[in-house]
């Protein structure tokens, strides 16, 4: 038996700038961090006592005897891709599904993570991001851009750079231990209730797409911005907030929909409570706020959008782990590797 523990995502800046359709011509970078909730992937081998051969537990169950019979794609096309038969998984997470936070890729990275493992084989956190960027865009075809995948195996706060070539490169933010508990402590982050799928967001935002890279650029910009404010100790780290409003008020032109009258609404409840600046995290439509506040305005803040529901978070830097394994004793059916 094999369980993996994997971050979600807390995009701060360059959100957009991922796609593979911009950066292959504008270069492109997001700034974020991985956060301490999780998903938790459990994968064994089925005993042959059942009817079936592979037994699913996500939002739903799945009880089926071929692979091909999987409704869930990424599931599907992962037992496929890494040839895996005869399964019994099961998806738990501490954040609902569909809420900005990268959970799909999460799952993705891992599940490939546990499918690995259960092999018996160490797959390292580039070749995880690799595989699960090409599971999702490519065998699932589900719109989106790469940074959700890089973010969940590597873990941390980083800058993530997107080339023009088509590679990327992580880079962790150099910041004084003291200066990121201080970010930290002044994010403050509320479910707003409304959950929605990324990819049906991408492809309702990838209408009328050049009109959109003025402000993808002016948003791949505040990343170098970002990155100053965090690293320069000099620095006002208020800046950073600051800079989350101006990086929110572009990233609302890119799509109608980015953002509601209702959205909009709980925005501007946490500006006049106090709140330097924040954004909707993900592909917009609903899910997290993240708020950048002083300290002496949390209260308010967390008064002012009291109708919401407060999630408390620290940063982690682990990213995908394997945090319990179990060696099995399997032989493959004939025909199976």
């Known amino acids: 038996m094999i369980i993996t523990k994997t971050p979600f995502r807390m995009s701060f800046f360059g959100g957009g700038t991922d ?51 999987i ?14 038969h005869e399964i019994r998984l099961l998806y738990e997470a501490d954040i609902p599904a569909r809420s900005g936070l990268g959970t799909s ?17 160490y797959a390292d956190k580039k070749k995880l991001a690799d595989e699960a960027i090409y599971l999702e865009r490519v065998l699932c075809d589900e719109a989106g851009g790469w940074q959700d995948q890089i973010a969940a195996a590597y873990g941390g706060l980083n ?34 209730g409304f959950t929605r799928f990324s990819s049906e967001i991408q492809k309702a935002n990838a209408k009328g797409y050049a009109e959109k890279i003025k402000q993808l650029q002016q948003m791949y910009a505040l990343v170098d911005e970002a990155e100053k404010v965090l690293e320069d100790t000099h620095s006002d780290l208020d800046d950073f907030g600051r800079l989350l409003d101006t990086t929110w008020r572009l990233k609302r032109q ?8 209702s959205i909009d609404g709980l925005y501007e409840k946490g500006i006049e409570a106090g709140a330097l600046g924040g954004k909707l995290l993900g592909a917009g439509g609903g899910g997290f706020f993240v708020f950048y506040v002083q300290p002496e305005k949390k209260e308010s803040v967390i008064e002012a959008l009291k109708d919401l529901l407060y999630i408390p978070f620290r940063f982690e830097d682990g990213g995908t782990q394997v945090i319990h394994y179990t060696p099995e004793s399997y032989v493959p059916k004939e025909g199976k590797k």
């Not at 890119?254 to 009258?261: E, L, R, S, V």
């Open 254 to 261: 890119t799509g109608k929909a980015i953002t509601t009258d």
């Open 71 to 84: 409704s869930h794609p990424a599931i599907r096309n992962a037992m496929k891709m890494l040839d895996m």
């Open 105 to 121: 890729s999460s799952f993705a990275v891992g599940m490939l993570n546990a499918f690995y493992a259960l092999k018996g084989k």
């Open 19 to 69: 796609m593979e359709s911009f950066f292959k011509e504008y270069g492109g970078a997001v700034l974020s961090t991985t956060f301490d909730k999780y998903c938790y992937v459990t994968v064994r081998h089925l005993p042959r006592f059942f009817d079936w051969s592979t037994h699913l537990t996500y939002s739903t169950q799945e009880y089926v005897t071929d692979v091909e019979e």
């Open 159 to 192: 800058r993530i750079e997107f080339n023009k070539d088509g590679t990327y490169d992580v880079r962790p933010i150099i910041i004084h231990p003291e200066r990121k508990q201080q970010l930290n402590d002044s994010l403050l982050m509320f479910f707003t």
